[in-house]
């Protein structure tokens, strides 16, 4: 098995589920027998502030967090936070922006203004940028709860992560009687990052 | 099979596998799940302690009676916790106990980034800090020998991204392990005088000793590479450091106090350039230092905050990073805030109109310090606001103290509160207390606390009643309200500040997190009425925002709960409700 070491930042905002997509995609890459670590952000910024979490997975992996300019794959839960982790790209890395917007404080009391043209503006410059609206997507799979797994589908195209490896861990973590749905909206997530 | 596990994770496994059987701690960012995860675990009593203090002195009477036993603290609780860690250093363990600190560089969710590795040098205590999670399970097993081998607690030192970080981990055997016998040695664990002072002739005689064995430990080694230059390093650090320059040479140290000082002289003879990598204080380089040897550190790196892989690259190896795209647009920052429906919202939102100082305290609802809602003048420590209170209104005098308040959580008042308010009654202030009563330890992730009357499994037990114990301490005023009814908070608040006596509100509503009530109606913002005055937006709410086309407010459906607080704040009767 040789696998260049692969860095995902996950990004969002605290209640949208990040920290859920990140452990499943390290419990993936342990199934498939890499060397994995990950990250998270807890406490204060659980409260409606911005969340990150990052996965690292490949042969031998020594610090959980991804150096500034090394990740592969950037996936933004929220529009704004996609932008304030573009910095942190690989030359050639992609970004999948999920078409959400949540404004921050400052913009809910009218001291900022929200970028509204912030996702296209983000696929101006980095050209490998896959926008989805994902609850949109879900709910035309059967359920807008199934977003995130959308996200996950895109996250696992992107990384070429075989189907069925993920597929066992989204059948893990969902009720039996939505499994069906989540499994369509994987794999529509998958389809979309090919 | 190896499991992935965060760094918390696993020092309870090594704890479980050490044969630990009683834990306590108090919840602290990053130290909450060392004691949350070893409750998981079959034949381990844990238990919230109200404090760190107790946590600690809990184990240590473990460790006297026996059985191996762990206290789990974020870093400055182990200044709480300090009083009965400085002494348990001279008594020794009869069954081993380890105390983790949880530091907390960057300071992602504390009020200082002190390093407490200090108090191993202060305390006289071995410290042993690993690197990862299995490191993080395997030494604290070891750590357990170490303190019945050298007969001292051992400080098990982590930092935040150790913790909550999660890396692979090979599980290992459980070994059945009776109790120590239990035997009255009074000259060990009586610490009068007589028996104080022997006891730090045997502290000095154990210190000579794990001066010893650092040069042998398996937690110190040298990894030889490219000896122009040599680095020594510990903690996550290491992890960072083999990311970006595997090829140099490596004193890598688990066990930082105290330091192999014949190891680190051969190694820094064997080397061109020496170089100390240790987040915030320079607590290895400067005893380096003071052995003569010449060594570089916190003039190459900064004692504040994280390091990084890219700094290291950038200072040890004159690395830039890639050009990043650069966006053209402005960035609003995403400050936490308090959720919908949380019941501190109307204590500050109240707080702030009716301008008193606020002397504030260690929660969620230091939140309320920021704007919009602006409400809060200090927050120092755990418990600090009733005493800060007190003071500040000896200070200024009577008129003050009329528009001044302490406010505090019920987790905290319960923490370090209370002996504050026997302060205030016994020494006559006039001080009002808003006790912020949810039911629940909020900020570190809902844990228990003893007015909760349930334990750390959920179990129920005797419930502490704050109202009887205010009045134990000789508090004659005691008011509970809701705190979403803000005219009857208000009013109450208004008749406390000026009686001339001391006073306890506690505003008692569970946290909107915990106790999700339906949503009974769904409200909008009448654009005729509504004169964009944004006295609904002050109350930093995402149920509700500005909406500049127009200048009034809007809600945001998704995240309004219908708590109904901004329509007791319109003063236009603009918010109404949408009529089924």
């Known amino acids: 098995m040789t696998q260049a070491t692969r860095n995902i930042l996950i990004v969002g905002v605290g209640g949208q589920g990040t920290l859920m997509t990140s452990r499943i995609l390290a419990r993936v890459a342990v199934n498939m027998g890499y060397d994995v670590k990950a990250t998270e952000v807890h406490g204060m910024a659980q409260r409606g502030g911005s969340v990150i979490s990052e996965v690292r997975y490949g042969e031998k992996i020594y610090s959980p967090v991804i150096k500034k300019g090394d990740v592969d794959v950037l996936l933004a839960f929220e529009k704004l936070e996609a932008a304030r982790w573009i910095p942190y790209l690989k030359p050639g890395g992609k970004v999948i922006i999920n078409d959400v917007r949540v404004d921050p404080l400052p913009v809910m009391t009218g001291k900022a203004k929200y970028p509204d043209d912030i996702a296209q503006h983000i696929a101006e410059l980095v050209p490998d940028t896959t926008i989805v609206d994902a609850t949109d997507m879900a709910a035309e799979c059967g359920s807008a709860k199934a977003a995130n797994v959308v996200l996950v589908g895109m996250l696992a195209g992107a990384l070429g992560i075989p189907g069925d490896e993920v597929e066992k861990a989204v059948a893990e973590m969902v009720p039996a009687k939505a499994l069906e749905t989540n499994i369509k909206a994987y794999r529509r997530g998958v389809e979309l990052c090919k | ?580």
């Open chain 2, 1 to 580: 099979m190896k499991q992935l596990m965060s760094g918390n994770e696993g020092i309870a496994r090594g704890a479980y596998e050490a044969g630990v059987t009683v834990a306590a701690a108090y919840p602290g960012t990053p130290s909450t799940e060392v004691v949350s995860n070893l409750a998981d675990y079959a034949g381990v009593y844990s238990e919230w302690s109200p404090n760190e203090k107790v946590a600690l002195e809990v184990a240590m009477g473990a460790s006297f009676g026996g059985a191996r036993s762990l206290a789990a603290m974020k870093h400055v609780g182990v200044n709480v916790a300090a009083d009965p860690l400085f002494t348990f250093a001279y008594t020794g363990v009869n069954g081993g106990c380890v105390v983790v600190s949880a530091d907390d560089p960057g300071m992602h969710s504390s009020q200082n980034e002190q390093d407490n590795r200090g108090y191993g040098i202060f305390a006289k205590l071995p410290v042993v800090e690993p690197s990862d999670s299995q490191e993080a399970k395997d030494f604290t097993r070891l750590a357990f020998d170490i303190s019945e081998r050298f007969d001292c607690p051992v400080m098990l030192r982590v930092t935040t991204r150790l913790c909550h970080s999660q890396s692979l981990v090979e599980l290992g055997d459980v070994p059945e392990r009776p109790l120590m016998e239990y035997k009255k040695n009074s000259q060990k664990y009586v610490m009068l005088p007589v028996n104080a002072r022997p006891r730090h002739v045997a502290v000095e005689k154990r210190m000579a000793e794990l001066r010893e064995y650092a040069e042998q430990t398996p937690l110190n080694r040298i990894e030889w590479g490219d000896r122009r230059l040599g680095i020594i390093t510990t903690g996550i650090v290491y992890q960072y450091l083999k990311e970006v320059m595997s090829e140099v040479s490596i004193l890598k140290l688990g066990l930082t106090n105290p330091l192999p000082e014949q190891m680190i002289r051969d190694f820094s003879a064997q080397v061109e350039r020496l170089v100390v990598l240790e987040e915030l204080e320079p607590v290895i380089e400067t005893q380096i230092k003071a052995w003569g040897i010449a060594v570089e550190g916190k003039d190459l790196f900064s004692n504040i905050g994280e390091y990084s892989p890219e700094l290291i690259e950038a200072r040890l190896l004159d690395k830039t990073l890639p050009a990043a795209p650069v966006l053209q647009r402005d960035i609003p920052p995403r400050p936490p805030l308090l959720c919908p429906g949380c019941p501190h919202r109307g204590v500050f939102n109240t707080l702030r109109t009716m301008r008193v100082a606020v002397i504030g305290d260690i929660g969620c609802y230091t939140l309320g310090a920021l704007p919009p809602l602006d409400a809060m003048d200090t927050m120092v420590d755990m418990g600090a606001s009733i005493g800060n209170a007190l003071g500040i209104q000896k200070a200024r005098g009577e008129e003050f103290a009329r528009r001044s308040v302490a406010v505090i959580g019920d987790s905290t008042f319960i923490h370090s509160g209370i002996t504050g308010l026997i302060d205030i009654v016994y020494n006559q202030g006039q001080t009002t207390v808003i006790i912020l009563d949810n039911d629940t330890t909020a900020m570190t992730g809902h844990q228990e606390h003893p007015a909760t009357g349930r334990t750390i499994k959920g179990e129920t037990t005797r419930r502490l009643d704050l109202e009887a114990l205010c009045r134990a301490i000789g508090i004659q005023h005691i008011q509970v309200v809701d705190p979403l009814q803000l005219d009857l908070l208000k009013q109450t608040i208004k008749t406390e500040l000026e009686r001339p006596e001391p006073s306890v509100i506690i505003a008692r509503r569970p946290c909107a997190l915990l106790v999700k009530e339906p949503v009974r109606v769904r409200y909008y913002v009448d654009e005729e009425i509504c004169n964009g005055c944004r006295l609904c937006i002050r109350l930093g709410c995402t149920g509700i925002h500005w909406k500049e086309e127009d200048k009034v407010a809007q809600f945001n459906p998704d995240n309004c709960i219908s708590c109904g607080l901004c329509p007791q704040v319109c003063k236009f009767d603009a918010i109404k409700t949408v009529e089924e």
